[in-house]
């Protein structure tokens, strides 16, 4: 025979202090109010405020003013908070701030369901993970305990500053949700990438700062001056705050300057993947594999010198100050050099 499993009652409301505490019935209900330096607790919940009314029937209590609100796993600070003592839901609303962990998360409201494991936030949000020093900003929000997962909506932005707290990063999105445990944040829908001179597009981006690398995919793209680059999936890595590196998975293609001396020709790299080695914001390495072709004009002593295409398995490019300045190919080689007075025939 099954045996049946009561649930255990709240614990009760528990007053350390107040001022002054006046009982009351309306409509046959019993009321409570507490005034000044009013403090209470439940197990391991307490509260501070300047004044609390207790719907003792109802099992439900409203703080006001200068409301903290803390256990052991957040504190929340509030100007009211409404809060159901059976099923310990909580509702705060007016400049809301919420402290867990490394997080800080600022709102004008934000409702707790029941047991307060997942929470909803609306007003305008602002979430600081003080670890990482990462923000991200919304119009409204939510919060699951279980999967340390915030989830911000309407214009979310997410902003990265570097240690002179300038901007280094911003990633525009959807929705944009961020992980406690690992700091991993991922960007859904109209993906936007600012990075100083750089912006990058896409449909999914999941960037983590503490590892550093950022994989962009849904077409993405990367713009940096005269630069695009493409393909079916792109992973930057980062030192030291720094891109340092680039590899483009699946039919990746790039279109580069040639030259400083004005012109509008544009050396260009396809393969079915790429790997671009960059050193102080200037790329420096580029290792084209999988049906490689290349184009590019070279320059000596600042004098043009035409145009060479080329294709091979695999394609390495090495350049100084954003010119070509030396190649490698290997298997299969095949290459076509234009002289400087047709070099503008190489792209046909």
């Not at 809301?96 to 307060?116: A, E, F, G, H, W």
């Not at 990063?169 to 993906?191: C, K, P, W």
């Not at 990367?222 to 699946?250: A, C, S």
Request: charged residues 25%; aromatic residues 8%; contains cysteine.
């Amino acid at each position: 025979m099954a045996t049946e499993v009561k649930e255990k009652p709240p614990s009760p409301i528990q007053l350390i202090h107040a001022n002054d505490l006046r009982n009351r019935t309306e409509n046959g209900k019993a009321i409570q109010e507490l005034t000044g330096s009013v403090h209470l607790r439940q197990d391991v919940l307490q509260v501070t405020c300047d004044k609390a009314i207790n719907f003792q029937d109802e099992g439900r209590l409203i703080f006001e003013g200068n409301v903290v609100f803390w256990d052991t796993i957040r504190t929340l600070t509030a100007l009211q908070v409404v809060y159901y003592q059976n099923t310990r839901r909580v509702t705060a609303s007016k400049d809301v701030v919420i402290t867990q962990d490394t997080l800080i998360i600022r709102c004008q409201k934000v409702l707790y369901l029941d047991n307060q494991e997942e929470a909803y936030f609306d007003g305008g949000v602002t979430l600081v993970d003080q670890a990482s020093g990462s923000t991200i900003e919304g119009r409204r929000g939510n919060y699951s305990e279980l999967e340390g997962l915030s989830k911000i909506t309407g214009d979310p932005v997410f902003t990265e500053r570097d240690t002179t707290d300038s901007i280094r990063m911003q990633i525009f999105g959807d929705q944009i949700e961020y992980y406690t445990t690992n700091h991993l944040a991922v960007s859904r829908d109209s993906v936007l990438v600012i990075r100083g001179d750089l912006e990058a597009t896409g449909d999914l981006l999941e960037y983590n700062r503490e590892e550093g690398w950022a994989v962009l995919s849904g077409s993405p793209r990367i713009y940096r001056k005269d630069e695009e680059i493409q393909g079916n999936k792109i992973t930057m890595q980062f030192h030291d705050g720094d891109m340092d590196r680039l590899l483009v998975n699946g039919n990746a293609s790039a279109i580069i300057p040639a030259d400083t001396l004005g012109t509008n020709r544009k050396n260009w790299m396809r393969g079915q993947s790429m790997d671009m080695i960059v050193k102080n914001g200037q790329l420096t390495q580029t290792i084209v594999t999988g049906q490689a072709q290349a184009l590019y004009f070279p320059v000596e002593d600042g004098e043009r010198k035409g145009a060479n295409k080329v294709s091979g398995d695999s394609i390495t490019l090495w350049f100084t100050d954003g010119e070509v300045t030396r190649i490698k190919v290997t298997g299969g080689t095949q290459g076509t050099y234009y002289p400087e007075k047709i070099a503008h025939r190489a792209n046909h």
